[in-house]
């Protein structure tokens, strides 16, 4: 059973940092790329982020570009998104998810893309 646990969340002030963290189970990284996506009330769902452990490819939403990073540790088969610099536009439920499919920028921001999700965290970032 592949499994994604999202965690890290919380409440913030702007200006300030915080780590979240996707511990992936059931799945190898060394073959799966993970996402990073975002919801706020009354938007869609964003990409955030991908990485691929095989290849070390990352992509980037320009909202987040130059404050977020995104990392993997394959020894503990587990994902970072270090956010730094948080805006209150970046208040929402922080989700991570996984697939087996080779991605390219444009396609790494897409849901459809992606197989495995995990629950969400919520980051509430106060002004």
């Known amino acids: 059973e592949v499994q994604l646990q999202a965690s890290g969340g919380g409440l913030v002030q702007a200006g300030r940092s915080r780590r979240l963290s996707c511990a992936v189970s059931?799945?190898?990284?060394?073959?799966?790329?993970i996402g990073w996506f975002r919801q706020a009330p009354g938007k869609e769902r964003e990409g955030v982020s991908c990485?691929?452990?095989?290849?070390?490819?990352?992509y980037y939403a320009g909202s987040v570009k130059g404050r977020f990073t995104t990392s993997s540790d394959s020894a503990k088969n587990t994902v970072y998104l270090q956010m730094y610099s948080l805006k209150y536009e970046d208040t929402a439920e922080y989700y991570c998810a996984g697939t087996g499919r080779g991605l390219i920028a444009s396609t790494a921001r897409l849901p459809r893309m992606y197989d495995y999700w995990g629950q969400g965290t919520q980051v509430t970032v106060s002004s």
């Open positions: 990485i691929s452990s095989s290849d070390g490819d990352t």
């Open positions: 059931g799945v190898s990284l060394d073959d799966h790329a």
